[in-house]
């Protein structure tokens, strides 16, 4: 069982920056990949950012590209999202997920897909003032 923990939330102004970061614990043997999401009130969960391990390859959302970056130690089993000129369109809460399987037929838009993913974190609130 994967256990994964989130942090790095809180309120920033419009055009500020915050870092989040992801921890997974408890058999993250043979991790694919790792990505984050986020939900703002009302709205469906959409899919943010991923790195596979293998490789690094990493997707974004269109709507993040060139802002948010996301990176991550193996070795740590840690994932990071580095969110930079934040909006207040970004408020939400973000979520860590994982997936354990290998994927070979993956594509970035199975990554964009919530069901792609095994392990999901309990969240943490990004606040974007105007």
């Known amino acids: 069982q994967v256990k994964l923990v989130e942090s790095g939330g809180g309120l920033v102004q419009a055009g500020g920056s915050l870092r989040l970061s992801c921890a997974a614990s408890?058999?993250?043997?043979?991790?694919?990949?790792m990505g984050w999401f986020r939900q703002a009130p009302g709205k469906e969960r959409e899919f943010v950012a991923v790195i596979i391990w293998s490789g690094g390859r990493t997707y974004y959302l269109d709507s993040v590209e060139g802002r948010f970056t996301i990176s991550g130690d193996n070795a740590k089993n840690t994932v990071y999202l580095q969110m930079n000129s934040l909006k207040p369109e970004d408020a939400a809460v973000y979520y860590c997920a994982a997936r354990v399987r290998p994927c070979s037929y993956c594509s970035s838009s199975h990554y964009g897909s919530r069901d792609t993913y095994d392990y999901w974190g309990q969240g943490t609130q990004v606040t974007v003032s105007s």
């Open positions: 408890g058999g993250a043997a043979g991790r694919n990949a």
